[in-house]
């Protein structure tokens, strides 16, 4: 069903590769592959969220709607996504839909995560389908990613404030000038 030894940093680096796209393009910086059966790439997916003004443009909804068109068919069972972080309930109840084969992501989502997290989807009582997963491949670099992107936000927000207090004072920043 899957490739016999797969090689799941090489593609969670693809996947890591697709959120810094994200991340440069103002998403947070979450970034999704599928792996077909032959072990090969069918789909990609980085958050679209603020771009396209969709909630539901998460990397891994994206991804799964590439692959289903790539496979013909909803059901990904011989298919393996990569993601970044770990999904969400949204994202969770998607993949469970699809009858993915195998879940491998990278860092913990404390807040949202629906896998083992903060909620475990896949093992709940009201899941139909028994989901493989295998957590915490490359989870260094996908935390660091996240946490180094939303440090530079704050950052970023932090001086956006200062200079509209400075301008209502009818000073201006040395950023400006």
Same mark, same amino acid.
Request: net charge neutral.
């Given at each position: 069903?899957?490739?016999?030894?797969?090689?799941?940093?090489?593609?969670?680096?693809?996947?890591? /590769?697709? #959120?810094?796209? #994200?991340?440069?393009?103002?998403?947070?910086?979450?970034? !999704? %592959?599928?792996?077909?059966?032959?072990?090969?790439?069918?789909?990609?997916?980085?958050?679209?969220?603020?771009?396209?003004?969709?909630?539901? !443009?998460? !990397?891994? %909804?994206? !991804?799964?709607?590439? #692959?289903?068109? +790539?496979?013909?068919?909803?059901?990904?069972?011989?298919?393996?996504?990569?993601?970044?972080?770990?999904?969400?309930?949204?994202?969770?109840?998607?993949?469970?839909?699809?009858?993915?084969?195998?879940?491998?992501?990278? #860092?913990?989502?404390?807040?949202?995560?629906?896998?083992?997290?903060?909620?475990?989807?896949?093992?709940?009582?009201?899941?139909?389908?028994?989901?493989?997963? %295998?957590?915490?491949?490359?989870?260094? /670099?996908?935390?660091?990613?996240?946490?180094? +992107?939303?440090?530079?936000?704050?950052?970023?927000?932090?001086?956006?404030?200062?200079?509209?207090?400075?301008?209502?004072?009818?000073?201006?920043?040395?950023?400006?000038?």
């Amino acid at each position: 069903m899957f490739p016999a030894e797969p090689d799941h940093d090489r593609w969670m680096d693809e996947a890591i /590769a697709l #959120a810094k796209l #994200a991340g440069e393009a103002g998403e947070v910086p979450v970034g !999704a %592959i599928i792996v077909g059966p032959q072990g090969t790439c069918i789909a990609q997916g980085e958050n679209r969220r603020e771009r396209d003004r969709d909630p539901t !443009a998460h !990397a891994e %909804i994206l !991804a799964l709607r590439a #692959a289903g068109q +790539w496979c013909q068919s909803w059901r990904l069972h011989e298919c393996t996504l990569y993601v970044t972080l770990e999904p969400c309930p949204m994202c969770a109840g998607a993949i469970l839909q699809a009858r993915l084969g195998l879940l491998v992501y990278g #860092a913990q989502d404390p807040k949202t995560g629906a896998v083992r997290t903060v909620l475990n989807l896949p093992d709940s009582a009201c899941s139909f389908h028994k989901l493989a997963v %295998i957590e915490g491949v490359r989870a260094q /670099a996908c935390r660091q990613q996240l946490q180094a +992107w939303f440090q530079q936000r704050r950052c970023q927000q932090k001086q956006s404030r200062l200079n509209q207090e400075l301008r209502s004072m009818g000073l201006s920043s040395c950023q400006n000038e």
